[in-house]
């Protein structure tokens, strides 16, 4: 399930406004169907196959599903806008397109990776690399430190370490093109300064992924469609229940009306959107 469907709470509606054209605009979307959803902004879709029916009178090849995905994305993110979703919210991602939304911001971890990816070529170079490394990550141990007692002070300090770290050329082509484009991104990777109850990085996220790569590491895939959105779902379900504070077996016996005379349980949908 796309994480924006997960977020929007049970609604089921498409929305064309700002929020979707934006949405839009920073996809490798042809500037034609950008145009042509332009002139349907402020319209609210019901459904998915209302949705559907109007991409295809405005003859849009809804059965191109890169193209798709991107107009149901956009479409959705501007539903969640419409409805007043998500207005604080920040996403902390490892930098993958679909989560540039909202107030974003980056995962350290990720960021740093791509220095290890370096392939230097001689004993200088690498020892360049490993200098930055240690910089970086001195920057991200007082960074976390910092978060527990925050202090103006020391946002402003922060603020020009950063710039000496990711300012530095070390006369390594490949780092220092590398280094110029991390300092592109300082607003993202610097968000916990102005946001400091987010975490610096994605480490809780991937592992509730875990479960599924062990789950398909150990069957090694599953016999059928059906067969993988049915494990995809349960191991969803899990999970949320267990963020929720609530019994999974308990939320299944709810489902399949074991639970007697307890009062039922709400849908997943509206007990995320009271938790947030």
Known sequence: MNFLTLLRAGREDYVVNEATLDYLRRQPIEGAVIAGLTKLQGRVFSS???WLEHLARCS???FDRPLLQALNEAATWGALRHHGLMQNTVIVS???????????????????????????????QAKAVELVRQAIWCFYLSLK??????SPVGERVFRRQFDKIFGLRTGYKELDALLA??????????????????PL????????????????????????ANGRVARDVMLGLL?????LGLSFFTYLGDRVGLNGDQPRIPPLAILVARAA
Do not use: Y
């Open 181 to 198: 484009r991390l300092a592109r991104r300082k607003d993202e990777l610097l968000r916990v300064l102005e946001r400091t109850e987010i």
């Open 239 to 243: 999970k949320t229940c267990r963020k």
């Open 48 to 50: 998915q196959l209302e």
């Open 94 to 124: 490892d930098d993958a397109g679909q989560f540039r939304v909202a107030t974003h911001a980056l995962c350290w971890i990720h960021a740093e990776r791509h220095l290890q990816k370096l392939m230097s070529a001689s004993p200088k």
């Open 145 to 150: 430190l910092w978060k527990q007692s925050p």
């Open 201 to 224: 990085h994605t480490n809780a996220s991937e592992n509730d992924l875990r479960a599924w790569v062990i789950k398909r590491k150990i069957s090694g895939g599953t016999m059928s």
């Open 60 to 62: 849009i090849n809804i």
